[in-house]
């Protein structure tokens, strides 16, 4: 196809057919996610998307494809929109959920991951499931100037392996994040995944990228034999880490997983205020409410708590 030449020029005609063919779920429409799902859709790959966010206007200095015109509307619903005019010849499908051990199935048919997410318990529950079902992801994270960025494949190092429930979770809702780092990161992901694709070799190490000085260090990886993960032991995917209630951390977001009738709710917020919102969710003050959860922005777990029982009720 006259769309991809510049690029089958490089790789070849056989590696781009594969392209064509390949299908990637990307897990998180932040930074890197919207930028990955751009990247990977010019160059002709099949996307399954998903995340469980709306466009905030803090969200717009970096995360490219949203635009003000996106600001309120569900993440997954404007990539999908802006991707599809961009390349009509890919598939893309889009969901906003909250990814857990319930609903992942709904990636089975990836050929690749690209984890993209902003917490640590979406990350362990895609190791468990990549490595179950001996799907290669790659992971990659930004916060202030640096990024990370690591292949997981199945058989080899895995995330478990390196990171541990008490990883530093620092954020960038609380230490900040530069525009370019996030590009830089996300483009070496994007890369990783097109090499993992087309059968080329790829890299093993942990890739750290700095650019307070602009320098890429590769960390060599060797596999933990402790690893519970690798030992074939699947908490998260068993549901037994799975909660009910969730912290997203540093960004002031509870989340509370129920099943919510909207048009009941919305009838009876309504007397008590102002109701925005579509037919996937609606928004009352800081309280966002999805048919499967309910999400409240609150300075701590017990102002979360109160809203949470005084509009939503158990
Ligand atoms: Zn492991």
């Known amino acids: 196809m006259e769309r991809y030449k510049r690029q089958e020029l490089f790789i070849g005609k056989n590696k781009q057919k594969r392209l064509n063919k390949s299908i990637v779920a990307v897990i998180g429409l932040g930074a890197l996610g919207s930028l990955v799902s751009e990247l990977l859709a010019r160059a002709g790959i099949n996307l399954t998307l998903i995340d469980r966010d709306v466009v905030e206007i803090t969200n717009l200095q970096r995360q490219v494809l949203f635009t003000e015109k996106d600001l309120g509307e569900l993440k997954a619903k404007c990539i999908k929109k802006h991707l599809a005019e961009i390349n009509s010849n890919i598939k893309i499908n889009s969901s906003a959920i909250d990814l857990n051990f319930n609903n992942i199935k709904l990636i089975r048919n990836a050929d690749l991951i690209l984890d993209c997410t902003d917490n640590l318990e979406t990350r362990f529950l895609l190791n468990e499931f990549a490595l179950k079902n001996k799907i290669p992801m790659v992971y990659g994270a930004a916060i ?13 190092v895995c995330f478990n392996c390196i990171f541990n429930k008490s990883s530093s979770n620092e954020t960038c809702d609380t230490s900040g994040v530069l525009n370019t780092i996030t590009s830089l990161t996300a483009s070496i992901q994007a890369n990783e995944a097109i090499k993992i694709l087309t059968n080329q070799d790829y890299e093993t190490g942990l890739i750290r990228i700095d650019l307070s000085n602009n320098s890429i260090t590769r960390l060599g990886l060797k596999k933990n034999p402790n690893c519970s993960v690798c ?6 995917l068993n549901g037994k880490k799975d909660k009910d209630f969730i912290k ?3 960004s ?7 099943k919510n009738n909207l048009e009941e709710l919305k009838k ?16 009352f003050d800081n309280i966002i409410i999805f048919k499967d959860r309910v999400m409240i922005k609150a300075d701590n ?8 029982s005084k509009y939503i009720g158990d």
Do not use: H, W
């Open 144 to 156: 202030r100037d640096k990024g990370t960025v690591m292949n997981i494949i199945p058989g080899k």
């Open 231 to 236: 030992n074939g032991i699947y908490e998260y």
């Open 248 to 250: 997203f951390c540093g």
């Open 252 to 258: 002031n977001n509870f989340q509370f997983r129920r």
């Open 268 to 283: 009876r917020l309504s007397k008590a205020g102002k109701i925005t919102g579509s037919r996937e969710f609606i928004k």
């Open 301 to 308: 777990e017990n102002e979360a708590r109160s809203l949470y």
